[in-house]
């Protein structure tokens, strides 16, 4: 059974940096074709994909957000951190960890999500 | 970047009708697409993949359809359980992205 689940601080000041923590099981990402990515969605908006890392440590990024992205993993603590520098109120949002399917870069297994308050 | 369009954004339907929703993308996707669909305060869940390949454990009465440019997410005989929001994500290419949602309401 693969689960995910997204932690981290649920309020960030602007300017600072933002680290989420999506802890995972029922699956490696020492596996071949085994990914993880990261989504996140607005108050009452839509989804916006952010990054992703694979097994052999590929890794993506939104090219709006790049510059400000940083994606990693800890295969023998089955964790994935997603670092977003320089935040701003409009990164306000739920972010999202989400297993990635074997067919290609869509999602199958989804966190709970986690609440991100931008605000001084 | 390719761009998602669905329509309508939003729908009013009833229990037991028929419900279509149509996604657009700004340039050919092949068959590479999916639908989610999303409850107020829970995570997307995955419904169909590469158009029309259901995801293990979605009810039958969900169906997708098409290529290309254009793509439908067909409810056949919407349950009270299905009134939600609905996403498009394309996966051709990167970045992957989303469409802007359809929400399914309760007439």
């Known amino acids: 059974q693969i689960t995910l689940k997204e932690s981290g601080p649920t309020l960030v000041k602007p300017t600072q940096t933002l680290t989420l923590t999506c802890t995972f099981s029922?699956?490696?990402?020492?596996?071949?074709?085994?990914?993880v990515g990261w989504i996140r969605q607005p108050p009452g908006k839509a989804l916006e994909w952010l990054a992703l890392i694979y097994w052999n440590d590929d890794k993506r990024y939104s090219p709006s957000l790049k510059s400000r992205l940083t994606i990693t993993k800890d295969t023998s603590k089955n964790q994935v951190v997603l670092t977003m520098t320089n935040m701003d109120p409009v990164d306000t949002a739920t972010y999202y960890c989400?297993?990635?399917?074997?067919?290609?870069?869509?999602?199958?297994?989804w966190g709970q999500g986690t609440l991100v308050t931008v605000s001084s | 970047d390719i761009q998602l369009t669905q329509s309508p954004s939003f729908l009013s339907a009833s229990v037991g009708d028929r419900v279509t929703i149509t996604c657009r993308a700004s340039q050919g996707i092949s068959s590479y697409l999916a639908w989610y669909q999303q409850k107020p305060g829970k995570a997307p869940k995955l419904l169909i993949y590469?158009?029309?390949t259901l995801q293990s454990g979605v009810p039958s009465r969900f169906s997708g359809s098409g290529s290309g440019t254009e793509f439908t997410l067909t409810i056949s005989s919407l349950q009270p359980e299905d009134f939600a929001t609905y996403y498009c994500q394309q996966l051709n290419s990167y970045p992957p992205s989303f469409g802007p949602g359809t929400k399914v309401d309760i007439k």
């Open positions: 590469a158009a029309s």
């Open positions: 989400a297993h990635i399917s074997w067919f290609g870069d869509l999602f199958d297994y």
């Open positions: 029922g699956f490696s990402l020492s596996t071949s074709g085994v990914g």
